[in-house]
Nanobody
């Protein structure tokens, strides 16, 4: 069992930055891929970024590529999402999720086993 808690959301002006954190409990975290997803008002939840278990590989949605950076610190059982050059369309609830036994970096929500409750990010224009 893995429990995930996201923090770091808030209100920021367009062009600003935020860093989200996903803190995990449970033994499987350090051997699992971790992804960030987001859900904007009235829209389906979508993939944003994913990182491999050891941090050596990452992947991003085209909409955030070049602006967001995902990293992890397994000693602290935490994954981070640094978001720069934020746009109003980045406004969403951001969720982290764990993909156990990942053999590849996945953008498919159905492949993720545990989810956090989410943190709200609001970008004003």
């Amino acid at each position: 069992q893995v429990q995930l808690v996201e923090t770091g959301g808030g209100l920021v002006q367009a062009g600003g930055s935020l860093r989200l954190s996903c803190a995990a409990s449970g033994r499987t975290f350090s051997s699992a891929a971790v992804g960030w997803f987001r859900q904007a008002p009235g829209k389906e939840r979508e993939f944003a970024a994913v990182i491999s278990w050891d941090g050596s590989s990452t992947a991003y949605a085209d909409s955030v590529k070049g602006r967001f950076t995902i990293t992890r610190d397994n000693a602290r059982a935490t994954v981070y999402l640094r978001m720069d050059s934020l746009k109003p369309e980045d406004t969403a609830v951001y969720f982290c999720a764990v993909h156990r036994r990942a053999t590849r970096l996945s953008d498919r929500q159905s492949e993720y086993d545990y989810w956090g409750q989410g943190t709200q990010v609001t970008v004003s224009s």
